[in-house]
T-cell receptor, first 113, second 110 residues
Framework: NAGVTQTPKFQVLKTGQSMTLQCAQDMNHEYMSWYRQDPGMGLRLIHYSVGAGITDQGEVPNGYNVSRSTTEDFPLRLLSAAPSQTSVYFC????????????FGQGTRLTVV | AQRVTQPEKLLSVFKGAPVELKCNYSYSGSPELFWYVQYSRQRLQLLLRHISRESIKGFTADLNKGETSFHLKKPFAQEEDSAMYYCALSSNFGNEKLTFGTGTRLTIIP
């Protein structure tokens, strides 16, 4: 019962570097989302997907790209890391229905220096 | 635009005392509201949702559409309730776009 798995758990990047945060779920959920968690700001939606091949922007999409080639995977790409992207990133998945539960990964703590 | 407001960043309560974590929302339609909790070193998890009207770990929350509130309550706090609590709103038929409040860190004083 892996649920939502994120890798890596910790990462330090230099400004300008690129990287991909991985997210995989084994619950066959249609919906997947990426959030960032910053002190005093709660969780903010970066990008989301309602199914394979379909993605859309959330509240804070700038500097991030996503793709959804399979139901299971939803990677988040930082094209050119900036210190403002230092944050904790959470991936979530859920099935259809507004009252259903969103399942979260354990988070990736990213520091950009 | 939808918004979720949690006015208290920090809340300290003595063990055995009642707890109330405030949540107010703004949304023009019929929202789905949730409380999520993050215990130390654990992932964010659902505590309860308004539509199920259930009590989880002694917590309850009632949706008050007139006051646009969804406050979380527990009559007798326990030490294991110490955690970060987030109120969240879903505006559509799926949870791919949750709007979160800024969170309240609850500390139970032994």
């Amino acid at each position: 019962n892996a649920g939502v798995t994120q890798t890596p758990k910790f990462q330090v990047l230099k400004t300008g570097q690129s990287m991909t945060l991985q997210c995989a779920q084994d619950m066959n959920h249609e919906y997947m989302s990426w959030y960032r968690q910053d002190p005093g700001m709660g969780l903010r939606l970066i990008h989301y997907s309602v199914g394979a091949g379909i993605t859309d922007q959330g509240e804070v999409p700038n500097g991030y790209n996503v793709s959804r080639s399979t139901t299971e995977d939803f990677p988040l790409r930082l094209l050119s890391a900036a210190p403002s992207q230092t944050s904790v990133y959470f991936c979530a998945s859920s099935t259809t229905g507004g009252d259903t539960e969103a399942f979260f990964g354990q988070g990736t703590r990213l520091t950009v220096v | 635009a939808q918004r979720v407001t949690q006015p208290e960043k920090l809340l300290s309560v003595f063990k055995g005392a009642p707890v109330e974590l405030k949540c107010n929302y703004s949304y023009s339609g019929s929202p789905e509201l949730f409380w999520y909790v993050q215990y130390s070193r654990q992932r964010l998890q659902l505590l309860l949702r308004h539509i199920s009207r259930e009590s989880i770990k002694g917590f309850t929350a009632d949706l008050n559409k007139g006051e646009t509130s969804f406050h979380l309550k527990k009559p007798f706090a326990q030490e294991e309730d110490s955690a970060m609590y987030y109120c969240a709103l879903s505006s559509n038929f799926g949870n791919e776009k949750l709007t979160f409040g800024t969170g309240t860190r609850l500390t139970i004083i032994p």
